[in-house]
């Protein structure tokens, strides 16, 4: 089993910059794909980043030149550094992680992470 637990959401104005961070517990995540999703409120939760074990990386067009992903095997650990916020990135950000061989954009979350609210104010 797989523990996802993320932190480094939070408060910031818009134009301004946060990285949250998802830490893997409980078995190696190496080869699985990690993403990102986000939930407005009132909206349905969609994909936002995605990267898999060798790094090939997949972008809502949204974020496109505004979000990275990363991750750092040797930490259990993915990133998502975010710039150029918009109080349209406000939202709850979830981790997930795919332990198939599914494509990037249509990755399926085996497990999930409990959510960091990031709020981007105008």
């Known amino acids: 089993q797989v523990q996802l637990v993320e932190s480094g959401g939070g408060l910031v104005q818009a134009g301004g910059s946060l990285r949250p961070s998802c830490a893997a517990s409980?078995?190696?995540?190496?080869?699985?794909?990690m993403g990102w999703f986000r939930q407005a409120p009132g909206k349905g939760r969609d994909l936002v980043a995605a990267?898999?074990?060798?790094?090939?990386?997949y972008y809502k067009d949204s974020v496109k030149g505004r979000f990275t992903i990363s991750r750092d095997n040797a930490k259990n650990t993915a990133y998502l550094q975010m710039n150029s916020l918009t109080p349209e990135d406000t939202a709850v950000y979830y981790c997930?992680?795919?332990?198939?061989?599914?494509?990037?954009?249509?990755?399926?979350?085996?497990?999930w992470g409990q959510g960091t609210q990031v709020t981007v104010s105008s």
């Open positions: 409980g078995r190696t995540v190496s080869s699985y794909t």
């Open positions: 990267i898999s074990w060798s790094s090939n990386t």
């Open positions: 997930a992680a795919d332990r198939g061989s599914n494509s990037l954009a249509t990755m399926r979350a085996d497990y």
